[in-house]
């Protein structure tokens, strides 16, 4: 059972990630810009860094390579997502998270290459559709001709590389850090990072800061962080080369059924087949014999 805990945990960042992308766009149509949410987010990081150093008796690893670590985990991760609001100005969405999307892959490479993960053909195949099924996910049928190649693709570029990098970092700290010590540096960057995301929001247009604006937004967010929190556990566990896909191919299922459901938004054909792949590749993963699920 021990060996499967990494399935548990990316189970529940699947399912929280996928309500979480489902909700978080109501905040930001109620007037509350995206920049802003980012900095309810680093808040809501708060809670469940506490718990995870009641969880080590707060006993926080301070050597100068696990704060290192740490804050690259955090850096990567928070630093990618204000770079992924730039590249939204500049570039077209349909095009951008696709692309991004794909950041699994780096994932995979360098856990292969430098930690010598290794998985069964079965479970290769199962990445494989993963890989596939992400960009179909993020699919969005173009509204407009599509922008001329410009700073937003190297942005995006900076983005797949960050995210993919920090999933790597994630599995390697956790080979000499504790997971909560991981997450408690995650959390304390994101908030040194919330200067940044004021900097880059325009507070010239009306902001709602009612129920609907920053505390709904708090209430959805708080699913991302706790997610997170999993994530860190799913990697401590499980192989990077097979959490990575899964939770990226499995939230973004999540998400569209519940918009499915809340909004009878009907999803493009693209992305109902990614919807099945991903299906398909999330059940091969999760029959992965024990013994080789470290």
């Known amino acids: 059972m021990k060996n499967r805990l990494w399935l548990m945990y990316a189970i529940v960042t699947t399912l929280f990630w996928g309500i979480w992308g489902a909700l978080i766009e109501l905040p930001e149509k ?10 309810v987010w680093a808040l809501t990081m708060i809670p469940p860094a506490l718990v995870a150093l009641r969880i080590i008796s707060w006993r926080l690893e301070r050597d100068r390579r696990s704060i290192l670590l740490g804050c690259a985990v955090g850096f990567l991760g928070a630093g990618g997502q204000l770079v992924l609001f730039q590249a939204l100005r500049m570039g077209p969405a349909y095009l951008v998270f696709p692309f991004i ?16 993960e290794h998985a069964s053909r079965r479970c ?53 850090m504790k997971a909560e010590s991981i997450f408690f540096y995650m959390a304390l960057t994101g908030i040194l990072l919330v200067p940044a995301a004021f900097w880059m929001t325009d507070f010239s247009k009306t ?9 709904l937004a ?32 499995g939230a973004p299922v999540i998400t569209i059924l519940i918009s499915l459901a809340l909004y009878r938004v009907i999803p493009h054909v693209v992305v109902a087949a990614g919807m099945a792949l991903a299906v398909l590749a999330a059940f091969i993963i999760s029959i992965e014999p024990e013994g080789e699920s470290k």
């Open 30 to 39: 109620a007037g509350f810009p995206a920049t802003l949410g980012y900095s």
């Open 101 to 116: 999307s794909l950041s699994p892959v780096i994932t995979i490479l360098m856990s292969y290459f430098l930690l010598k």
């Open 124 to 176: 290769w195949l199962g990445i494989v559709l993963a890989m596939i099924a992400i960009p179909m996910l993020s699919f969005q049928p173009p509204r407009q001709a599509a922008a001329s190649a410009g700073l937003w693709i190297l942005l995006s570029l900076v983005v797949f590389l960050a995210w993919g990098v920090q999933a790597y970092i994630i599995k390697f700290a956790n080979r000499t």
């Open 207 to 215: 902001i709602n800061w009612g129920i609907r604006g920053p505390w």
């Open 218 to 249: 708090a209430a959805i967010q708080i699913l991302n962080a706790v997610g997170a929190l999993f994530l860190v556990y799913a990697f401590r566990h499980g192989k990077a080369i097979v959490v990575s896909p899964l939770t990226n191919a």
